[in-house]
């Protein structure tokens, strides 16, 4: 908002120095016309009117580029505040039970799952954004399983985890586990400390047990049996094509403190009429004008016939009918 009052200041005093050198080379135009000067003098004049046209020239100049400046801002400022709106979109279930958990447990981990194009990215980081900004600040492992894990070795993973605690880790060994989870339980007590493992459904399930049972219950117990930190350890898993779901041996539906396993909520689903049209109307007064020229109803149904519900072509829909893009919007907007 400060960038683009400065900008608009900024272009009114251009354009008073356009008018200004304008009016001086009409002036100056006139004066040659009417006037009777001696040879020199008229020289003189006309390479006046010419400093005066080249300053009008640059004026304009400067004019068109911060016209352009300020289009953009403005293009940014509509997107950014569409994007604001939409964290109101979908996600129900998810947000809150993750809500719950978060505000029971400083200590907790969060199954984020549904088939391809279902928005995980979009909702990971709409959770953390909107309720726990302060975590990214603190210890952030960001790891991509579909780089590390081979249906053969899982040990490129805690080789990783070793060494972004500082462990330098050559043998896997269950020893091994435990120092890096003692790691990170030390690093716990000074910061928060966020993991966010991508595509756990390319992890192997014998895998996937060891990271949530040889790891992750040992850490978290050992945290909810010493003393209280004031710090948050959190874990998300994402699985990108919604199998992880079915592995109920390794998560929990419910929030248990007994039970330190990952917590399950429901599948991510499409959105359907109802949800579009209740978020349109809900909504209507901070929508692009884009959004507004048919009643709810009918803008629902012609987003849904475009996308089909999937809820990552439904946000990418919305950003074209209102001429943003969606995903300049989420490059900007993401730190996950």
């Not at 053969?152 to 330098?168: I, K």
Request: proline share 4%; charged share 30%.
């Amino acid at each position: 908002m400060f960038r683009e009052q400065h900008l608009q200041e900024k272009l009114a005093e251009l354009q008073e120095d356009y008018k200004f050198h304008n009016k001086r080379v009409k002036s100056l135009k006139k004066s040659l016309r009417i006037d009777d000067f001696t040879p020199q003098k008229e020289i003189k004049l006309k390479m006046q009117i010419e400093e005066a046209k080249t300053q009008r020239e640059e004026a304009a100049q400067q004019i068109e580029e911060l016209n352009k400046q300020i289009e953009g801002l403005n293009k940014i400022i509509g997107s950014e505040q569409l994007y604001r709106v939409l964290l109101k979109l979908g996600y129900n279930d998810q947000v809150g039970l993750f809500l719950k958990l978060v505000n029971n447990q400083s200590v907790s981990a969060f199954l984020i799952h549904g088939a391809s194009e279902y928005g995980q990215d979009w909702l990971l980081n709409r959770l953390v954004g909107e309720y726990v900004p302060h975590i990214i600040s603190g210890k952030k492992v960001n790891i991509n399983l579909e780089r590390k894990v081979r249906s053969t070795d899982v040990s490129a993973l805690w080789r990783e985890l070793g060494g972004r605690f500082n462990l330098c880790v050559k043998d896997i060994e269950d020893k091994t586990i435990q120092e890096i989870a003692d790691r990170v339980y030390r690093c716990w007590q000074t910061q928060n400390v966020l993991f966010v493992f991508h595509n756990v459904e390319c992890m192997p399930q014998v895998y996937l047990e060891e990271l949530i049972i040889e790891f992750w219950k040992p850490l978290t117990e050992k945290a909810r049996n010493s003393s209280a930190s004031k710090f948050q350890l959190l874990m998300f898993l994402v699985d990108y094509k919604g199998s992880v779901g079915s592995l109920d041996t390794l998560f929990s539906d419910q929030i248990n403190s007994t039970k330190p396993y990952p917590i399950k909520p429901p599948e991510i689903s499409k959105f359907d009429k109802e949800t579009l049209s209740i978020w349109l109307q809900m909504n209507f007064v901070e929508l692009p004008i884009k959004l507004k020229e048919q009643n709810p109803e009918d803008t629902a149904i012609a987003i849904l016939e475009e996308s089909k519900g999937i809820p990552e072509p439904v946000m990418t829909e919305i950003f074209n009918r209102c001429g943003f893009n969606y995903y300049e919007e989420t490059d900007r907007q993401w730190k996950l």
